[in-house]
């Protein structure tokens, strides 16, 4: 009789050790996924940041764009206005000194020659800075439409990611909210408006 109560005692204690032994299975299953959960929740939080810092840079491109493109027809005006006015300048300059070239005086006359190939030297500098200016501010708007193009190309392709990755990130909250038990929202209880 001590012998069949001794077999129940330990019957029972080893019994009593697995269901302790299962519970704490189960715990720490739960707790796994939970963390697993967690991790999965945390990452489709990072893709949501990473393409939101994809489009504000996308955007900020796109402002740079416009802002070269701006300066650059500014600065094209700009320089036609000065070759236009360089040019009336060289015209009456050079038609004063072909007059004096034609002189009975032909000391005047050499001078005004002298003077008409220094004019020339120095229009066709002017010219040349002017033509410098232009090829700058045109390379600065071709530099700024590319920006403008790439800006809205990376915007729209963040923008389709970022709906995928909201999209993850909305049913990674959701799983982990069932699991945790954690389902009302945390602006208490207000729904957000999209």
């Known amino acids: 009789m001590k012998r069949n109560t001794l077999l129940r005692f330990v019957s029972m204690s ?12 189960q715990v720490d299953k739960k707790a796994a ?21 994809t489009i504000a840079l ?6 740079k764009g416009t802002e070269q493109m701006s300066e650059s027809k500014a600065e094209t005006k ?10 009336k300048q060289h015209a009456s300059e050079a038609k004063a000194l072909e007059k004096l070239i034609t002189s009975k005086d032909k000391d005047e006359a050499t ?12 229009y066709k500098a002017d010219v040349k800075a002017l033509d410098t200016r232009l090829k700058d501010a045109t390379k600065k708007s071709t530099t700024g439409n590319t920006n403008v193009s790439k800006g809205k190309s990376g915007k729209k ?3 389709d990611a970022l709906k995928t990755a909201q999209a993850s990130l909305d049913a990674a ?18 729904k957000k408006k999209k």
């Open 173 to 190: 909250q959701a799983k982990y909210d069932a699991a945790t038990g954690s389902g009302e929202p945390e602006d208490g209880g207000k």
């Open 78 to 87: 700009a320089i036609a206005t000065e070759r236009k006015a360089l040019d």
């Open 58 to 63: 996308s955007d900020s491109l796109v402002a």
């Open 33 to 53: 996924e939970i963390k697993k959960l967690e991790t999965a929740l945390n990452v489709a939080k990072a893709n949501v940041a990473k393409h939101e810092k």
């Open 111 to 122: 001078k005004a020659k002298a003077d008409l190939k220094a004019l020339e030297l120095k």
């Open 157 to 159: 392709t963040a923008t």
């Open 14 to 25: 080893v019994m009593l050790l697995l269901g302790v032994g299962l519970v704490h299975a």
